[in-house]
């Protein structure tokens, strides 16, 4: 029976204080004895104060398959659902709110507490989480009301969060960063702060469709990348470069994507091209009088790096979906999550960047309603995509020869967010899970 305990021996669990769920028996998993190769971790993002923020842990199965694991505690709140109409289940707008250390053995994982500004830090362990810290994300902005981080990126023992200042819909967004030790703990970098341009409140409104979604290092760290989502267009592409200190250039470099484009989350190939998710962006497949101006308009972009400005390679290769805005990359395939369309669409990256779509229909694969975060492993691979709605997390095996995806499992385990229709009630401290890493 799962539930939340001391784990290990009683000597380990006093020398490393990780509290985790006791794992499932073989008894108590109908598939037999657990066969675990990594893990795949989802925040549940609760803003309920008895509880907190928690991360859930799953195993992963070789068969790709997951078990639920356990839940650790960040020592924050989340946001809880948004309260934006139609939009309860997506309250971070954003990529990148828990992310694993990039190093091998990728031994810390790292999670946004957007209710309470703060940052945590764990280390991984195969039976679980061992918090070691819980900062402020806002160490050189103490004044800004409320933070509201969404993103995070880490390169070698650097870590940045992005604020979106999401009660001034941006207008004070910025970066900021710390140094984290081999541990995990986390210090402030003195002087990193950054202030992140964007196209401000529309009538004073918070909105999740209008502030910054995501913050993340080019692969070899001289480069800090932030795309903002705008949906009066183009939305722009921050660059800032980062000196041999970890600290950004004072003002970024900035590229608007044509065709009034809104970018949302973003990752690179094997190659270091940039491959951007467009919310909006190929107004060439809107259907006459569209019920919304993005409707069957997402698309997909990839860039060149030269210095801090970006070349268009492939620009806006519509999927004839709606919402396209979280993204992964397996060689040579990403897959973007459509997430109004309830769909996952797949494309293959050239090895010159160049992107086409793997299925004509722009559907490569449906979601139990609406999909989030989503993560893969390198190892099958397979891919994991978040499905709020429902409260579980969705496995699709993907073929290495063609892309395709085959359907494997839903596991549950997170609270269901609320209806998120106009008229649904607000639930301020109901399930709002974001965020999926895989290790």
């Known amino acids: 029976m799962l539930r939340r305990g001391i784990f290990l021996t009683a000597c380990a669990a006093v020398l490393l204080g990780v509290v985790c769920a006791v794992t499932p028996s073989s008894a108590d998993d109908p598939r037999g004895p657990l066969d675990s190769v990594g893990a795949v971790f989802v925040m549940t993002n ?35 659902p948004g309260f934006v109409p139609g939009l309860q289940a997506d309250p971070l707008g954003s990529q990148g709110s828990l992310i694993l250390s990039e190093r091998h053995p990728r031994s810390l994982l790292f999670a946004i507490n957007a209710g309470s500004d703060e940052v945590s830090a764990f280390r991984v362990f195969d039976v679980g989480l061992l918090r070691v810290a819980t900062v402020s994300s806002k160490t050189e902005t103490p004044s800004l009301a409320h933070a509201y981080p969404v ?4 390169h070698r023992r650097l870590l940045y969060v992005l604020n979106a200042d999401l009660l001034n819909a941006g207008a004070n967004a910025n970066i900021t960063g710390f140094r984290v030790d081999q541990f ?38 001289d480069l800090l990348i932030v795309t903002v989502k705008d949906l009066g267009g183009p939305g722009p592409i921050h660059v800032f470069s980062v000196d041999k200190d970890g600290l950004p250039s004072q003002a970024p470099v900035f590229t608007l994507p044509g065709d009034g484009a809104v970018p949302f989350g973003f990752t690179f190939d094997a ?11 190929a107004p060439q497949n809107v259907p006459p009088n569209p019920p919304l101006p993005f409707f069957n308009a997402s698309a997909v972009s990839s860039y060149r790096l030269r210095g801090n400005m970006l070349e268009v390679i ?3 290769i519509g999927n004839g979906q709606t919402a396209t805005c979280w993204n992964v990359y397996v060689e040579p395939f990403m897959y973007v999550v459509n997430s109004a369309s309830a769909t996952l669409t797949g494309y ?30 390198q190892d099958g691979p397979y891919l994991y995509v978040l499905l709020p709605v429902a409260g579980k997390v969705g496995v699709w095996a993907i073929d290495a020869h ?38």
């Open 271 to 281: 190659r270091g091209h940039l491959l951007v998710t467009e919310v909006f962006g």
């Open 151 to 154: 993103s995070l990126t880490s």
């Open 184 to 221: 995990g703990n986390l210090t402030p970098l003195p002087g990193s702060t950054r202030a992140v341009p964007t196209g401000g409140p529309i009538h004073g409104i918070p909105d999740v469709l209008r502030f910054p979604a995501q913050v993340r290092f080019s692969p070899d760290g």
């Open 348 to 377: 293959r990256v050239s090895r010159d960047g160049e992107l086409s779509l793997l299925d004509a229909s722009g559907v490569s694969a449906t979601t139990n309603g609406m999909g989030l975060d989503a993560g893969v492993s």
């Open 314 to 316: 492939s620009d806006s």
């Open 46 to 80: 609760a803003a309920d104060p008895m509880r907190g923020n928690e991360v859930v842990m799953y195993r992963r199965q070789r068969d790709g398959r997951l078990i639920l694991h356990g839940y650790f505690p960040t020592g924050g709140l989340g946001s809880g």
């Open 402 to 439: 063609d892309g395709s995806l085959t359907f494997l499992q839903e596991v549950s385990g997170l609270q269901p967010t609320p209806d998120t229709a106009p008229d649904a009630p607000f639930s301020p401290e109901g399930g709002s899970p974001s965020g999926l890493a895989v290790r």
